[in-house]
């Protein structure tokens, strides 16, 4: 038979303690107690409790220092605190230094034990992932570079592709949605060719003016143009003796695109201003989402161009013709993630997996990241559930994982914050302003749900219906 589960109640309030005391011992759960922030450290200590119910306003060391000595030890133990004032800054506070998070007094006793049941079902998921999560990390690259994923047909026939033409110098054009890992697989081209130990260099050709793109492939001499007050070399110039890829090079003018095709042909080029012919010795590979044959049909790209670019093609699938890698793709975003941010927790309920995998992911893999990023900063770094993920939002509005990484506080909270204002939006949104419903949705009680409905001034449809003017 399993033990039960062991809650710690710190709380200073006898009566208050006592009571939850009671509660939880009557729901089955094993229980400890503490009067003060300083008890309620030694206790955690020594017994190691499953969840935390923490007072802020404490004795001597109160919540909110408790939360700051535990420190990494919240990846692991859910707090949940208890505070007179909901909503306020110390509370906000609380949530970030690491609480699962907190409840209201006075609070309704049913509303400990839904939070209370949500933590504990994060936290057994968690555990029953650690090993594997373990086991996966010593499988990873040495070298702890981002690398293709997939085990699945399509993408068996990517890495043989990639094994082909690695061996060889010719150039090789990467075909593809936006999203799908253009960049990994010229990565991958250049670690795996007799140049691997020569620069990898990368070009985004579509990010660079129009009168600037000569100068930065191909460099420029002193007094070429205005503000050119030295000679600078190109990129196919530092890239002598690797690679240099041309990311998406459809963007291309076609005033560039002559040059770039003698270098193809003969190894050759002049710096812009110039007047010495260079010896170009890099392999290129290049990119595109476009589609060149159409660009060439339409007077946009040169032919003879895409001739020589598309002497190797390697046509990357877009990620829902390759569902069966998804759980292994976001197992690596998790990982990437948990080592960013120090979130060990870190992981999917079978829920959130179900949910991931039947989405169809227009925006591919780099929309998958994202998602992610936003479901973790949702689930504070722990287990993610399906509810904290936001899978229908478009692949063109991102939060992408480097936008949280901030040595302040400000930026997470306020990340976070959007996403619970924005799944509040949606749940009203679902049930007519129900906010019964709306709460049953979210996981919360609807104590919880008006507290962050009056935190974030949000308007109730049926609100908004009166508040709209009659139509004429």
């Not at 907190?102 to 090993?131: G, H, I, N």
Request: glycine fraction near 8%.
């Amino acid at each position: 038979m399993s033990q039960p589960e062991r809650i710690l109640v710190a709380d200073d309030d006898r009566t208050i303690r006592r009571s939850l005391l009671k509660f939880l011992q009557a729901e089955g759960y094993a229980t400890l107690e503490a009067a003060d922030g300083d008890e309620a450290l030694r206790v955690i200590k020594l017994e190691s409790p499953d969840a935390v119910l923490l007072d802020l306003k404490m004795p001597g060391r109160d919540g909110l220092e408790v939360l700051g000595a535990l420190g990494r030890t919240l990846g692991d133990l859910p707090v949940i605190v208890l505070t007179a004032f909901g909503g306020s800054a110390a509370a906000i506070e609380a949530m970030r230094r690491g609480a699962y998070d907190y409840l209201s007094k006075p609070f309704d006793l049913d509303e400990v034990l839904l939070t209370l049941k949500r933590a504990l079902y994060q936290r057994s998921l968690a555990a029953e992932v650690r090993a594997l999560r373990q086991q996966a990390e010593r499988e990873d690259e040495a070298d702890g570079e981002p690398e293709l994923v997939g085990r699945g047909a399509p993408m068996r026939e990517v890495f043989k592709a990639i094994g082909r033409a690695a061996s060889t110098d010719e150039p090789v054009l990467i075909a593809g949605e936006s999203g799908t890992g253009k960049e990994l697989v010229a990565s991958a081209l250049h670690r795996h060719s007799r140049r691997a130990s020569g620069p990898f260099l990368r070009v985004n050709c579509g990010a660079l003016p129009e009168g600037l793109i000569e100068s930065e492939l191909f460099g420029h001499e002193r007094g070429a143009f205005t503000g050119a007050d030295r000679q600078r070399p190109g990129r196919f110039e530092r890239a002598t003796g690797g690679t240099i890829f041309l990311d998406e090079v459809a963007e291309i003018p076609l005033s560039a695109q002559a040059k770039l095709l003698r270098v193809l042909q003969s190894r050759e080029f002049e710096r812009v201003g110039g007047v010495e012919t260079l010896r170009a010795d890099a392999r290129v590979v290049s990119a595109t989402h476009r589609d060149l044959a159409k660009e060439v049909a339409a007077g946009r790209f040169r032919e003879d161009l895409f001739y020589r670019l598309n002497v190797i093609r390697i046509a990357l699938p877009p990620l829902h013709e390759r569902a069966e890698d998804i759980p292994e793709l976001a197992e690596r975003i998790l990982r990437r993630l948990e080592r960013k941010y120090g979130w060990p927790g870190l992981s999917l309920s079978p829920e959130a997996l179900t949910a991931i995998r039947s989405n169809p992911w227009p925006g591919n893999v780099r929309q998958l990241e994202n998602a992610l990023a936003r479901a973790a900063i949702a689930a504070r770094g722990r287990v993610i559930l399906a509810e904290h993920l936001d899978v229908d939002a478009p692949a063109s509005v991102p939060v992408s994982p480097d936008a949280v990484e901030s040595a302040e506080p400000l930026p997470l909270r306020a990340l976070l914050a959007e996403v619970e204002r924005r799944a509040i939006q949606q749940a009203l949104a679902a049930t007519g302003g129900n906010r019964t419903r709306a709460a049953e949705l979210l996981g919360i009680s609807r104590r919880q749900l008006f507290d962050k409905v009056r935190e974030y001034d949000l308007i109730l449809p049926t609100e908004r219906a009166r508040r709209s003017p009659p139509e004429v």
